[in-house]
């Protein structure tokens, strides 16, 4: 049987090591071969780099070479003349040339010897740490790396412990200046220079620890608030937005046929007025209708102030709305829902402008006022508590024409000029919903804005970077119509968007 001929393994899907583990020391100008092995076993090419800027004058003979059928390559590294730390690289090279799978490995040069430095993170503050990574580089300062910081220098020495351990970089170099830095995440480091180390003596050095201030510009949050207002000035706020909404739809002591019959000769197009006048005159249009209002079950604003105080218990007590960041102390709070109604449909603008700051405790405050509308609010609710007893009704005007029976009435009435009795169905259901909308707008014509005042606090979450990844708390405020308020109270809580990348 013939033999199946073997595929040789991607580079890309090798792994590459060092040979010798650990750091490697040598002496100021010492030369020594240095192995790399890849696996899968056979030949690749390999590339060599130094990293860091401490690789000073030193070298490698050949940048390049090519492993043996054992994936192994081996090339002479030549060490710098003077005490430093770097990294060197060795990379697979893809069929492409480029830089495929890689390893790195840290070596120390000094002419006194090296010893272990044990660092000592200081740390005071109220963030959770899981792991420290300590790192040291030679002849730097603190003061050097403090734009690069909390990232580890290239070329480092680096050793991790978990919390309540102490890193311990091994084999760093006598001599030089060493800065010692140590990190938790991106989010809390710090950095101490020191030159006692010994030669095979272990240095404990100190670091104090600063937290990284929270990262507000990056604010990206939903916030969902529960709520529980007054009992009593919630229930007035609520009654007084209803009386309003209500007198402007179809005011107490007015004829509701009237009012409707007027409304839908408004409706109508301009060349069939005349026609709608002549048909109204002739077949006494004013007492059919006040007969089929009259006649009906409950009166139209009766039935809406019904629909209202049903739909007011459907609403769960909770406020939903998104977080963003817009200038310094500054953010955007988009109000979404009130319970289940649409904030736009309850006259919320779209954004309101939030005082957003942090202590330095990592308590994160959020202060503002979001604009209402109460007779919005209310003309929404109302919806909610008309479809439970006409779930047919997809809109208000559906509602509305269901309750004052518009179909009853066209037939009554019947048709005028080219206007059948569809059409006249059509132009009650219009009407109704014209003046719902002049309704709807009350609270704004009798300059009645309602404020929903919001002062949330709470301990922050945050991710690597100090970026906020929630809060939650106890908020209080008030919640006003423009005439009564009611003191209002609840919990809170903020987390990133369903689509936002992981921390």
């Not at 220079?193 to 104090?208: E, N, S």
């Not at 060349?271 to 009259?294: E, R, T």
């Not at 769960?316 to 953010?331: E, I, N, S």
């Not at 508590?385 to 779930?391: D, S």
């Amino acid at each position: 049987m013939k033999a199946e001929p073997v595929v040789p393994p991607a580079p890309s899907a090798a792994l590459i090591r060092f040979e010798q583990e650990g750091t490697i020391t040598l002496a100021p100008g010492e030369s020594r071969a240095i192995q790399v092995v890849a696996s899968p076993p056979t030949t690749y090419d390999v590339r060599f780099a130094l990293v860091g800027d401490g690789a000073l004058d030193g070298w490698i003979e050949v940048a390049a070479v090519t492993a043996d059928a054992n994936g192994m390559a081996t090339i002479q590294l030549h060490a710098p003349n003077q005490p430093t730390t770097f990294h060197l690289r060795a990379s697979i090279v893809l069929a492409d040339g480029s830089a495929g799978p890689s390893a790195e490995t840290s070596v120390a040069v000094s002419a006194q010897g090296f010893g272990t430095v044990r660092v000592l993170p200081q740390y005071t503050g109220k963030r959770a740490v899981e792991t420290w990574t300590a790192s040291v580089a030679a002849r730097t300062t603190c003061a050097d790396l403090a734009a690069t910081l909390p990232g580890e220098p290239k070329g480092a020495l680096v050793a991790k412990a978990a919390f309540g351990a102490a890193p311990l970089v091994q084999n760093a170099p006598v001599g030089p200046n060493l800065a010692v830095a140590v990190r938790a995440g991106h989010y809390g480091w710090g950095c101490a220079d020191t030159t006692d180390l010994k030669a095979d003596g272990a240095l404990d050095v100190k670091v104090t620890i600063v937290d990284k201030p929270i990262d507000l510009a990056a604010t990206d949050l939903d916030l969902a608030l529960t709520y529980k207002p007054d009992a009593a000035d919630y229930k007035a706020l609520i009654g007084g937005a209803t009386e309003l909404l209500g007198e402007a739809f179809l005011p107490k002591g007015s004829s509701e046929s009237a009012l409707v019959l007027a409304a839908m000769k408004l409706a109508a197009p301009l060349d069939q007025a005349p026609a709608f006048d002549a048909a109204s005159a002739m077949l006494g249009w004013d007492a059919v209708a006040a007969a089929h209002f009259n006649g009906l079950p409950k009166s139209v604003r009766a039935r809406c102030t019904s629909w209202i105080d049903a739909g007011l218990p459907l609403q769960a007590p909770t406020l939903t709305a998104h977080l963003t960041a817009k200038d310094v102390g500054v953010a955007t709070l988009d109000l979404l829902t009130i319970g289940s109604i649409d904030a736009a449909a309850a006259g919320v603008p779209a954004a309101s402008t939030f005082s957003w700051t942090a202590d330095p405790d990592d308590t994160l405050i959020l202060g503002g006022n979001v604009l209402w509308q109460p007779s919005r609010y209310v003309g929404a609710v109302a919806l909610a508590g008309a479809k439970v007893n006409q779930p047919n009704a997809q809109t208000v005007t559906d509602a509305l024409a269901q309750a004052a029976d518009c179909a009853g009435l066209a037939a009554k009435l019947g048709g005028f000029g080219t206007c059948n009795a569809d059409c006249v169905v059509a132009l009650c259901a219009k009407a109704l919903d014209d003046r719902w909308t002049l309704a709807l707008a009350a609270s704004t014509e009798a300059g009645q804005i309602g404020h929903l005042a919001i002062t949330a606090s709470g301990p922050a979450q945050i991710d690597d970077t100090a970026k906020p990844r929630g809060f939650k708390g106890i908020w209080l405020g008030t919640v006003s119509d423009g005439v009564v308020s009611a003191k209002v109270k609840g919990s809170f809580e903020a987390t990133p968007p369903a689509n936002a990348p992981p921390p």
